[in-house]
Every structure is written in structure tokens, then in C-alpha cells.
């Protein structure tokens, strides 16, 4: 990365705005990684395990379309300390008063979900500083935070199994405090920003028919990298008998493979064409996920397996992005939203979907292959848009689409 980019933004505010969506992750992805420990000791369900997990991620992309609208309208330095307050609160109160019920966990999942919108304000907050050649590398650098649920899946079982489950919300507490004090030392706001959106634009947007293909393309391709990190760990308990700890590591395997690809799909997609490598990764994505549905002898195997599907939809989340400026490259804000509200709806039916199919059938093998029937349909529907999309961009966004 050359000196330019350094010298034509603000590093200070890059690396605060990285450190708050780092953290924010991995909060809000927490629950995952101690699901089983929880659902044990509330003695709570399969089903209603994946209803725990699953809750902060649509909590959090509901929430993402809130804090896009108080960033806009406050600023992203002032949503973020509004966010980051009510997700320091929220664990300082599951630490102290506990979690008794499967409802108390449903409310904290709700609140944590304010840490999984953090997306709506790192990634404006350090992109406005820098010019159009040089935003790509910003929001590449910033969104590279979505890396903190690795640390989540690596330490949180253990740290359970050494001092109990309710004190991890207290442990998590100390990051996210000193997180919280180097936002608001170091980021500062752009001194030029665009115009807040207003409502109809999203309404607007909604009208253009691509906008529910990127959705849908997104809700796949981040949905199913969120939901897998999140029924991971579940998953290799159930099916395999790993302890919490084991199949934390396991998961987070799948979880790093996942977010090391996001920045490299982004580039892969700059180099072969966008269109041309997203159709590759639902293909790869998809055979994987296809094949682990059936039984497998080898938690090896199957984590093999997971850690390429990962890589595929890691890349594809990149590679959506990368495609998102060519499509609407006069309402970015408003898509940026739109399509990461859809990720993280994707990822919340991913989830409580396959913990509602293992209670009622005993099994995930169906909720794979509806998940990898979902990766051919969004193949399916991208190759069929590509003519059209072929005629209706221009030329410049063609040539850099490479379709």
C-alpha cells in the first residue's frame, strides 16, 4: 500500500474506527461460541439454543438501518459512542445481575445486537476521509474488523470452562472499555460529509429490482458466513461430540478462513471481474456445503469441508461489494444499508432455521442442502442477470465488471 494513501485520510481515525468494529464482532457474535455452556445450564433446546444465537444477528441487522440513520444525521462519531455505551451496559448488566432464563438471554441477544451495527458507522466514519481512489482500501481496512469473531470462538469456551459462562460477559467488558476510550480519543468526524439520506431514497432504492438480487446475493453469501460461525459450534457438539472448547477451535477456523477472504475476494473480484468470481465461490460454497449435509465419519472432514465453503463465502462477500459501486454508483449509502441489513437477515434465518430443523428432524443434513440449494439459486439468478446487466450499466462499469 503506497504513502498516498496514508497521507490522504486520517490514520488515527482508520485504525479507531477498525479497533470499534473489530471489538463490536466479537461481542456480538459472543453468544455463539458459549451456546452450549448457556443451553446446558438453562437447560434450554436445540431449537431454542439457534433462537439465542440467532437473536442478536436480526437484532443487529434491524439495528444496522437505525444506526445508518443516527450516523447520517449525527455524525459517525457520535453513533458510534451511542452504540458502543449501550452494548458496555448491556454486558455490565448480564455480568452482574446473571442470565437466568431463556428469556433474559433473548433480551441480552437484542441489545448486542447494537454491536453488530457498529457496520453501519466504522465504515462511513473512515471511508469519508478519503478520496474515491483510495475509499476501496479504507472500507477494506475497516471492515476487516468483522475478524473479531475469531477471537470470540477462540477464547470465550474456555474462558468459560475456567471461571463459568456468565463471567465472559464481564472478561469482554475490558477490551471493549479501552476500545471505547481509543474512539473517542482518536476518530474525528470528516470534515466534509454527504447530505443525510432521507427515507424515501431507501423506499426509492427499493424500487430497482437489481436492489433485491444484491440482497439476496448478500443474505447468502455474509447470511450463511454469520449463520455457520454461529451454529458451528453447535453443530460439531451435536454431530461429533467435541467439547465447547474443541469445537470452539474448530469454529474458529472456519470463522478465520471466512474473514481472511473477505478483503482478498475484493481483490480477486478487481482482477477477474466481479460477476465471473462470484460465480465460482456459489459453486464452491455450495458443493461443500452440499457434501458435509450427508453423514461423515470424520469431525476432520467435515471441518475441511466447512473451512472452504467459509473461504467461498468470505470471498463472495467481498466480491459483492466490489460489485455494488458499478451497479449504484449514485446511492452507495443507501445500498451499503440496504444490502447489509439483508446479510444479517440471511444469517438470523440461517441460524434459527437450522437449529428448528435438527430439533425437528434430529438432523442437520436438511438444513445443509436447503442452505447449498439456496448458494445454486443465487447462481442461478446471477447468470441469468448477467445479460441484462451487461446492456444496462454502461460501458465503464462493463469494463470494470469484466462480465
Not at 364 to 380: D, N
Request: contains cysteine; proline residues 4%; hydrophobic residues 55%.
Amino acid at each position: 500500500m503506497n504513502t498516498s494513501f496514508w497521507k490522504a485520510g486520517h490514520a488515527p481515525t482508520l485504525f479507531a474506527a477498525f479497533l470499534y468494529f473489530d471489538l463490536s464482532f466479537m461481542v456480538w457474535y459472543l453468544l455463539g461460541p458459549l451456546a452450549v455452556q448457556i443451553a446446558t445450564d438453562l437447560q434450554l433446546t436445540t431449537q431454542q439454543r439457534a433462537l439465542m444465537v440467532a437473536t442478536p444477528i436480526l437484532s443487529g441487522a434491524v439495528l444496522r438501518f437505525l444506526m445508518g440513520l443516527l450516523a447520517d444525521r449525527w455524525s459517525p462519531k457520535s453513533a458510534g459512542l451511542f452504540g458502543q455505551v449501550i452494548v458496555i451496559a448491556s454486558l455490565a448488566g448480564a455480568w452482574m445481575l446473571g442470565i437466568h432464563s431463556l428469556q433474559q438471554a433473548l433480551l441480552l441477544g437484542v441489545l448486542l445486537g447494537m454491536a453488530g451495527a457498529s457496520f453501519a458507522v466504522a465504515l462511513p466514519l473512515a471511508s469519508q476521509w478519503y478520496p474515491p481512489q483510495h475509499q476501496g482500501k479504507a472500507m477494506g481496512i475497516a471492515g476487516a474488523g468483522n475478524s473479531g469473531t475469531v477471537f470470540a470462538a477462540l477464547f470465550a469456551p474456555a474462558l468459560a470452562v475456567a471461571f463459568g459462562w456468565q463471567n465472559v460477559f464481564g472478561f469482554a467488558l475490558l477490551p471493549l472499555l479501552a476500545a471505547f476510550m481509543v474512539f473517542a480519543l482518536l476518530a474525528r468526524n470528516a470534515p466534509e460529509r454527504p447530505a443525510p439520506k432521507a427515507l424515501g431514497d431507501y423506499l426509492k432504492a427499493l424500487g430497482d429490482r437489481d436492489s433485491w438480487w444484491f440482497m439476496f446475493f448478500y443474505s447468502v453469501t455474509f447470511g450463511g458466513f454469520l449463520g455457520l460461525a454461529s451454529t458451528l459450534p453447535g453443530y460439531f457438539h451435536d454431530q461429533y461430540g467435541l467439547d465447547p472448547v474443541k469445537a470452539g477451535y474448530y469454529t474458529a477456523a472456519c470463522v478465520f478462513a471466512g474473514s481472511l477472504m473477505r478483503p482478498l475476494g475484493g481483490a480477486l473480484a478487481d482482477r477477474i471481474g466481479g460477476i465471473r468470481s462470484l460465480l465460482g465461490m456459489y459453486t464452491v460454497a455450495s458443493i461443500c456445503i452440499a457434501a458435509v449435509g450427508f453423514h461423515l465419519p470424520s469431525a476432520v472432514a467435515a471441518l475441511s469441508l466447512f473451512v472452504f465453503a467459509m473461504l467461498s463465502l468470505g470471498a463472495g462477500n467481498g466480491a459483492v461489494f466490489q460489485l455494488v459501486p458499478q451497479r449504484f454508483r449514485h446511492s452507495i449509502g443507501v445500498m451499503t444499508g440496504l444490502i447489509g441489513m439483508a446479510g444479517g437477515i440471511g444469517g438470523f434465518c440461517l441460524t434459527a432455521g437450522l437449529g428448528a430443523i435438527k430439533q425437528a428432524s434430529g438432523d442437520y443434513q436438511l438444513g445443509l442442502w436447503l442452505f447449498a440449494a439456496l448458494g445454486v439459486l443465487a447462481w442461478f439468478g446471477l447468470y441469468g442477470v448477467k445479460q441484462r446487466w451487461r446492456t444496462t450499466w454502461g460501458s465503464a462499469a462493463v469494463t470494470a465488471a469484466r462480465v
